[in-house]
């Protein structure tokens, strides 16, 4: 079995310039910097209602990815902009493939129009925080951009909106930002002045790198 994972592993990173479609390393590399799954009231993390709003993220136990509860907050039907933000994290000094991993759902206003929706930002070393562009993502970026003319504050913005009636795993491919000694992430649910729907679930945030590999692989991937 192990023979096996380095082998599809090396001809995958052969036929590709980047390991955007092997994001989840061999488990024998995989080192877990840091892991949330939304079990019980998280450490360090905390919600904010930006620019007046109400807030209503929270530990919910009706919806999960693994365990029995995940973070979720409703899609109000008046204008708000919730966060969810975590805690600061380190990032290790020595990194290689480093990515930020977390599952999600989603029911918002509406299923054909960009209405409601979800971002994440991060901020680096404390600055303040910024959108996590499409770009960095290696699978599930945002869906849509939102529109305007609803007040919605994050009108606009590309981001999660729509109906995603299953739950996905985004990935982050975090080296563009690995000068930042600590990283902080901020999850936003922006609506609008109407109608309201279930919300956003996220659980199971995570982020890890792939450690050095063996000479063998490294024989494959120079070849
Ligand atoms: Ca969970
Ligand atoms: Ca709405």
Redesign the pocket.
Known sequence: MKNHLICALSVSILTSPSYAEDFNCPSQTTAVYYEQ???SNPTGWVIEGLNGSEVTWGINASD????V??AHADALPYVSDQALISPVINMPTTQQQLTLHFWHKYFFETENNQIDGGILEVSMDGSPFIQVFSVYFLANSYTGQLETGFNNPLSNYYAWTNHQSYWVESVVNLDPFINAQSLQFRFRLGTDTSIGTEGWYI??FKIQSCLELDPIFENSFDN
Do not use: Q, R, V, W
């Not at 999960?64 to 365990?67: K, V």
């Open positions: 799954n939304f079990e999960s990815y693994t365990g509860s995940s659980d199971d």
